[in-house]
């Protein structure tokens, strides 16, 4: 009777130790673990070198993109017969990041568009190209890539191929992809 107590007794003493050193690891979670986004992809910390302004200097105009913890915005000037004007391009919020390498200088940013290119309005024989808040785009994802990321500088590609927003942040990821051929073209930008 003595040794069943004490088999009983043991049994049960292990069941609690394995049930504290299970629900110990349950508490450890990571700290991107609870934020509701898909494994590898990141808020934007306020001491990213992503943050700032980044202009892009081209032989017809500059492309300015102004990057937040929570914002991407394009815009630029462009010189056309003389004449150069202001244009405000594609613009989201709700960014968030994955990173291709361990030194986090390259990888892809993902943005919920809030401005985006209206084709009901754009007219592609006069070069004249309308982004707005009501284009069909607006309220789904993009992404664009960036390389080469230094304090000074960086290379960004937006994405540019058959489809042009995603309904959600995992068709996002899935789709605009180097390895799909959504980024050829990379602008040369530096810190302003």
């Excluded at 049930?19 to 934007?44: A, H, I, K, R």
Aim: hydrophobic share 30%; proline share 1%.
């Amino acid at each position: 009777m003595k040794s069943t107590r004490f088999v009983f007794g043991r049994a049960l003493a292990v069941l609690c130790a394995l049930l504290f050193v299970s629900f110990g690891f349950m508490s450890c979670q990571q700290e991107d673990d609870d934020n509701g986004l898909p494994d590898g992809v990141y808020e934007l910390s306020d001491n990213s070198a992503l943050i700032g302004t980044w202009v892009n200097s081209y032989s017809g105009g500059t492309s300015v993109y102004k990057i937040t913890s929570s914002t991407f915005d394009n815009s630029g000037t462009s010189s056309y017969n003389g004449t150069t004007s202001t244009y405000d391009s594609y613009a989201g919020n709700n960014l968030v990041v994955s990173y291709t390498n361990d030194e986090a200088t390259s990888g892809y940013i993902y943005i919920k568009y809030t401005r985006a290119y209206c084709s009901t309005h754009s007219d592609p024989t006069t070069y004249t190209y309308i982004y707005d808040e009501d284009a069909a785009d607006v309220g789904k994802w993009y992404a664009i890539a960036f390389k080469e990321l230094t304090a000074s500088s960086v290379s960004l590609s937006g994405a540019y191929g058959t489809v042009s927003s995603t309904s959600t942040l995992e068709e996002a990821i899935s789709t605009f992809t180097i390895a799909n051929g959504y980024f050829s073209t990379y602008s040369e930008c530096v810190k302003q």
